[in-house]
């Protein structure tokens, strides 16, 4: 116990008498530190052109500097969420006067300006980001129907820098792109961020996104068997975020990954090969699985879009049954809403009763409410809310909100002479992107579609909606004139 002790005060003596006898011998000097000005936060140009930064420096001990003591030097640092080498030296010079070049793709890269004092060799490192695009990097793809019962592709193209959209029309005919849109629009689709899905009543094609004259899959020919061109209005695409559906004059095809091709899905088990018309609305769910109605028995049936047999199945709940026996499917679709749940219009056969059908995504315990105080029998386009109890849907000119839950219904906006075309919350496939704010909050907007019918070339309207709570009116953000008549839209996000 003694020894523990002596050890301990040896260690406080050696301890306190080091501090006393450190006299604190020191020369310190004041460095010479670099003050950078003059450098944005981001930059956003086009690939290969040319970016001009002129910094403004000076130095906190060196009032009137002699630049020839002093190096510069720009560096690519390399491409953000990617590995990369060791800073690239683009140039040596004060002011940066360079065509700026994507390594291997187009993107934010990451920068920096460094100034070093060659006498002390001390130096000082400015960060900044460059985003390297094109003008059909970012934006919305808008397809739109035009005179000659033709279709024209438009996009707003997104500027990073100003948080704005600008409108390019007609970007297949900029581009120099040899398809033309023969036809009235049906549906427009970005699959993977880098193509495009486009059909009307006479064509249909996947394109490159980039430049739009590679077809990979041209005439959506990988279909499994005889060929079916995805061609007529009643044609749509599902599915950003999981499988891909398509529905096409009556028939479901799902997209296989491992095979590329889509397999028709319209059969049932013991049915001897007969196919079924199914309705051109289906929900996707759980990524893989989709409901799709059987017009021929006025049933849901439930297909996994992964497997590679052609065959959906027949649902083993009876109270579901009841619910769309003698009913034709008006419109459906999954949404968020009670943590997922299929929202499926339908109509009495033999009259006009309009009910909403709620199928829980175990498919255990389906409701239905009678919609009441509508006129959604009348309804030409209809869209469903993910986040509060509404549908909304037109009338002509006229934007309504039925609240299935209050069963209230209320007139939103009244165009007037103008004709809706249009009604889409969007779903946005995320796939190899990295979310945000600003793309999350445009799944949540409601996109209406309006022209004069008078002008289908340049009247069209696309207004963006925010969707308040508790049933207040729609708060419009945003709105881009010049379009067609607008008959739907995707987008493309990096």
């Excluded at 006299?23 to 460095?31: A, F, I, P, R, T």
Aim: proline content about 3%; some cysteine; hydrophobic content about 35%.
């Amino acid at each position: 116990m003694k020894n523990c002790i002596r050890i301990i005060l040896g260690i406080f003596t050696f301890a306190f008498g080091s501090c006393v006898k450190d006299l604190g011998n020191y020369e310190y000097k004041v460095v010479n530190e670099a003050i950078v000005s003059g450098i944005d936060s981001i930059y956003e140009i086009r690939a290969n052109d040319i970016l001009k930064i002129n910094p403004q420096v000076s130095f906190s001990n060196d009032p009137n500097p002699d630049f020839s003591n002093y190096e510069y030097a720009w560096y690519n640092i390399g491409h953000t969420g990617f590995n990369t080498s060791k800073p690239k030296l683009i140039s040596d010079s004060l002011n940066l006067d360079k065509s700026i070049i994507a390594d291997f793709n187009l993107g934010v890269y990451n920068y920096s300006f460094r100034v070093t004092d060659k006498r002390t060799g001390v130096w000082y490192e400015k960060l900044f980001k460059i985003l390297i695009s094109n003008d059909i990097y970012e934006g919305w793809f808008v397809l739109s129907e035009v005179e000659n019962q033709s279709s024209r592709l438009d996009m707003l193209s997104f500027k990073a820098k100003s948080q704005s959209f600008e409108l390019m029309r007609d970007i297949l005919k900029l581009k120099n792109s040899p398809l033309v849109l023969d036809g009235i629009p049906s549906f427009l689709s970005v699959v993977n961020y880098n193509q495009l899905a486009i059909t009307t009543s006479k064509v249909s094609r996947i394109v490159s996104a980039n430049n739009f004259t590679t077809f990979p899959l041209p005439n959506f020919n990988n279909f499994d068997s005889n060929n079916y061109e995805a061609i007529g209005l009643n044609s749509k695409f599902y599915g950003a975020n999981g499988q891909k559906y398509l529905t096409s004059n009556g028939r479901v095809f799902s997209y296989q990954v491992g095979t590329s091709k889509y397999v028709q899905k319209n059969f049932m088990e013991n049915a001897t090969d007969k196919e079924f018309k199914a309705s051109p609305y289906l929900s996707t769910f759980n990524f893989t699985d989709a409901l799709i109605f059987n017009e021929d028995i006025s049933e849901f049936v439930r297909s996994n879009g992964v497997s590679a047999s052609k065959f959906s199945l027949k649902i083993s709940n009876a109270q579901l049954h009841s619910l769309t026996k003698d009913k034709d499917l008006i419109f459906a679709r999954f949404v968020l809403l009670n943590g997922g749940e299929t929202l499926a219009i339908m109509k009495d056969k033999q009259g006009d009763k309009i009910s909403l059908v709620r199928i829980d995504k175990e498919i255990k315990n389906p409701q239905s409410v009678d919609m009441l105080n509508s006129l959604i029998s009348q309804a030409e386009f209809v869209e469903f809310s993910d986040d509060f109890s509404y549908i909304f849907y037109s009338v002509g000119g006229k934007l309504y909100q039925y609240n299935f839950s209050s069963k209230l219904n209320t007139l939103m906006v009244d165009y007037g002479n103008r004709k809706i075309s249009m009604l889409k919350m969007p779903k946005l496939d995320f796939t190899g992107v990295t979310r945000s704010e600003r793309l999350e909050n445009y799944m949540k907007r409601l996109f209406v579609g309006s022209y004069d019918a008078g002008d289908l070339n340049t009247s069209g309207v696309l207004d963006e909606y925010s969707v308040p709570p508790r049933g207040e009116k729609l708060i419009k953000v945003n709105s881009f004139e010049g379009l067609g008549k607008i008959r739907d839209m995707a987008y493309r996000n990096r």
